[in-house]
């Protein structure tokens, strides 16, 4: 591995695993607690804010994902991004589109995909736009099964966090083809995590 890419694999790393002291007042109902970041729903609006509860979040990673989503939802992807609403500089709060449904992960649980042939022709499709989308703009996105949100209303997925990913890393998901991408990240990490349940961390990278 090149120098620089284990500089900022690592570097990344230890910001993620330092724990932010800023307090800020939210009213939302709280959803859930991510590496970086924790969500509320914010009801009256039918909002998310992205509260940040890692240092890395407040340094860097959520400028980053306001940088990067602002550009694919120019590009051929935008279908699949949540609307960008706002982003406080000063707290780093960032205020997007609520998409109900479940995630990747929770409907693989199901017979969810057996049922809706549709939701893989359509991953198919974010799939193809995504390799021309990251050789263009060269961004390498988490496109794992939490990340994303199946929209049963829309019958379209939706990447909930897009937020770039470190060179290292990116090459764990393969790209190749579809097929080996969908059993790779989608069934084979959904049965690991079932023996050991992680978040955002796969043992194999």
């Keep these: 591995l090149l120098p620089y890419s284990l500089a900022e694999f690592s570097s990344i790393y230890l910001y993620r695993l330092a724990k932010t002291n800023k307090r800020i007042r939210i009213r939302g109902i709280h959803l859930t607690d991510g590496s970086h970041n924790s969500l509320f729903l914010i009801k009256e609006t039918e909002?998310?804010?992205?509260?940040?509860?890692?240092?890395?979040?407040?340094?860097?990673?959520?400028?980053q994902e306001v940088r990067t989503?602002?550009?694919?939802?120019?590009?051929?992807?935008?279908?699949?991004?949540?609307?960008?609403?706002?982003?406080?500089?000063?707290?780093?709060v960032i205020t997007r589109?609520?998409?109900?449904?479940e995630t990747g992960?929770?409907?693989?649980?199901?017979?969810?995909?057996?049922?809706n042939a549709g939701a893989i022709r359509e991953l198919k499709k974010f799939f193809n736009r995504y390799k021309k989308t990251m050789r263009k703009l060269k961004i390498n996105l988490d496109?794992?099964?939490?990340?994303?949100?199946?929209?049963?209303g829309k019958r379209n997925w939706f990447l909930i966090d897009t937020g770039p990913i470190p060179l290292i890393g990116s090459e764990y998901f393969p790209l190749d083809s579809f097929e080996r991408y969908?059993?790779?990240?989608?069934?084979?990490?959904?049965?690991?995590?079932?023996?050991?349940?992680?978040?955002?961390?796969?043992l194999s990278i």
Excluded: C
């Design 182 to 202: 969908f059993q790779k990240i989608w069934i084979e990490r959904h049965q690991r995590m079932k023996k050991i349940p992680i978040r955002s961390v796969d």
């Design 69 to 92: 989503t602002e550009l694919l939802l120019k590009s051929a992807l935008k279908k699949y991004i949540p609307h960008l609403v706002g982003y406080d500089k000063t707290t780093k």
């Design 143 to 152: 496109i794992h099964p939490g990340n994303f949100v199946w929209s049963e």
């Design 47 to 63: 909002l998310i804010e992205k509260v940040p509860r890692s240092v890395a979040a407040e340094r860097f990673i959520n400028d």
């Design 97 to 101: 589109e609520y998409i109900a449904g």
């Design 105 to 115: 992960h929770e409907l693989l649980a199901t017979n969810f995909f057996k049922k």
